[in-house]
Nanobody
Framework: QVQLVESGGGLVQPGGSLRLACTAS????????IGWFRQAPGKQREGVSC????????YYADSVKGRFTIFRDIADNAVYLQMNSLEFEETAVYYC??????????????WGQGTQVPVSS
């Protein structure tokens, strides 16, 4: 069973940074690539980044390349998304989920609560 919990969201100013955590239960990180998606108000859910926990391969959406970094911490059993130089347009609810390296979710029928990231001054 996939069990993932998002945390770390919160108000951040434009140009600021935030680190999101996706904490897994059990052996989830051994079974799936794990990544981040976001849904801005009035928009469809968008793939942001994906991490291949087997070999470290990554995917980044073009809009976040050079600013966001996805990485795994084995001790924490978590995948993190470090977000730098955040922009107003990146205000969204951020979700983590199993993913492929083209930026799509493996399963689109089950999402967690996500964590809110309002980018505002």
């Amino acid at each position: 069973q996939v069990q993932l919990v998002e945390s770390g969201g919160g108000l951040v100013q434009p140009g600021g940074s935030l680190r999101l955590a996706c904490t897994a239960s059990g052996s989830t990180l051994d079974l799936y690539n794990i990544g981040w998606f976001r849904q801005a108000p009035g928009k469809q859910r968008e793939g942001v980044s994906c991490f291949n926990t087997a070999d470290g391969s990554t995917y980044y959406a073009d809009s976040v390349k050079g600013r966001f970094t996805i990485f795994r911490d084995i001790a924490d059993n978590a995948v993190y998304l470090q977000m730098n130089s955040l922009e107003f347009e990146e205000t969204a609810v951020y979700y983590c989920a199993p993913c492929d390296l083209d930026g799509y979710p493996l399963f689109d029928d089950s999402w967690g609560q996500g964590t809110q990231v309002p980018v505002s001054s």
